[in-house]
């Protein structure tokens, strides 16, 4: 059984709108690549923490937006990165996160034609990058690899 598939049945962290989007299986993929187990994903208040963090995120960017993201970004893709695998240090995963994140940002704000839409996307991820929340889920983060 995959590990989303056993979220999904075992814990409240991703629905199925979730499930999709990559905003909320990124995270969930930098832990278990760390080395947790399903099981302990179920019980990190890390974990949950970003995932609120993330859901106000995703009211800001919006729906269509969303759903144009996961079209372009699989779990597949940020699996099977290199980088990923080449993560040995909390900082190195952190960087790893921020450059999908930045990617994310691109992808969604090229295809928006307005200045204001555009830039108040971009100051949300920035916002969400910058919060609290995110400083604990990568400070807190062990890595047993």
Excluded: W
């Amino acid at each position: 059984m995959s590990f989303i598939t056993y979220i999904k049945e075992n814990s409240d962290l991703l629905n199925d709108d979730d499930d999709k989007n990559p905003l909320f299986y990124l995270p969930v993929i930098i832990k278990v690549s760390a080395g947790k187990t399903t099981e302990e994903l179920k019980d990190d208040y890390q974990l949950k923490s970003l995932l609120n963090q993330i859901e106000k995120l995703k009211k800001n960017i919006g729906k269509t937006n969303i759903k144009n993201l996961s079209g372009v970004f699989s779990p597949a893709m940020i699996i099977d990165r290199k980088e990923l695998e080449d993560c040995k240090t909390k900082n190195s995963y952190k960087e790893f996160c921020k450059s999908v994140l930045k990617e994310m940002k691109i992808a969604i704000i090229s295809s928006i034609h307005s200045f204001n839409e555009s830039y108040k996307i971009s100051k949300s991820i920035e916002e969400f990058e910058n919060s609290k929340e995110f400083e604990d889920f990568f400070d807190t983060l062990e890595i047993r690899k």
